[in-house]
């Protein structure tokens, strides 16, 4: 199975642009919307709404409560994400390529 | 002078976060301002709010109108910007490093 979230769960993400430094993705779900398990490279997200979500990695569970208009760093990780907030989550992933696409690791949900 | 907004600019653009792979700024005007010339690396705008700007490079001039919630490449280009419309201007850039964060050559205006 697929790990790359538009494959995964297109239903949620879309693929605004892309060239061959970035993929840009758009995100957009429901409270109670839950996602299967998918792979994001080292990515900037920008919020477009304000957002509570549970994310899930392995054993881990980390609960982020997000305002509107955040710009946060997201290292390259495998997870799983609930909305877990009372509004839809709106978000664009600025997906990096090449030497800064890199490589599972780092930290776990956004920093 | 230095062509690095944050420099010239610094009462519209700051730095949210930095890394080795992005530099990410914050850009915020209000209808009338006028930025001085700064130069852009190759970038991913998001746009946070709704805007009209006008925007020159030399000789060249391009007028956008740009919805928030929008994910556009603006590739690296010196320019200055005027905002032209009746609101605030607000976005995020995603600037690139290393082979991504590259040349003068490509296209004006976001894309």
């Not at 642009?17 to 779900?29: G, K, S």
Request: charged share 15%.
């Amino acid at each position: 199975m697929s790990t790359d979230p538009v494959i995964s769960n297109p239903e949620h993400y879309s693929v605004v642009f892309e060239n061959e430094f970035v993929r840009v993705l758009d995100y957009h779900d429901f409270p109670g919307d839950i996602t299967t398990p998918h792979l994001h490279p080292n990515s900037v997200m920008c919020t477009l709404s304000s957002f509570r979500r549970r994310l899930h990695a392995g054993p881990r569970v980390v609960d982020v409560d997000i305002q509107a208009g955040a710009a946060m760093w997201l290292p390259a990780q495998e997870h799983f994400g609930e909305n877990t907030g009372a509004t839809p989550t709106h978000v664009i992933f600025v997906e990096l390529k090449g030497d800064a696409h890199t490589v599972l690791g780092g930290g776990f949900g956004p920093q």
